[in-house]
């Protein structure tokens, strides 16, 4: 899943659905719609997975939506397991 809000430190942040990604050390890439993104505002998120071992989450990232909203979701992701290099977003 993902941890996502306007606050830098995701103190209280809203999650999305929870993603089977299988079982290994292989990279996967995850990605997740958010929508209804108010324009000209910045998003943090990160990644969060968890299995018999505990929970881990990714280091926090963000962007800024464009002046105007998109009409469409706005998707972005990065490989689990990974806390480096851009993220992913269409």
């Known amino acids: 899943w993902f941890e996502w ?7 209280e942040p809203s999650l999305t659905s929870d993603q089977n990604v299988g079982a290994g050390t292989d990279d996967v890439i995850v990605t997740d719609d958010l929508v209804e993104l108010q324009p000209e505002t ?3 998120y990160r ?3 968890t299995n018999v071992a505990g929970t881990s989450r990714g280091t926090i990232v963000s962007f800024r ?3 105007r909203a998109p009409t ?3 998707r972005c ?5 990974t806390s480096t290099g851009s ?3 269409t």
């Open 47 to 49: 990644v969060a997975a």
């Open 42 to 44: 910045t998003y943090y």
């Open 77 to 81: 992701g990065r490989p689990a397991g």
């Open 65 to 67: 939506t464009a002046i």
């Open 72 to 74: 469409r979701s706005t």
């Open 5 to 11: 809000s306007t606050d830098p430190t995701l103190s």
């Open 87 to 89: 993220p992913r977003c």
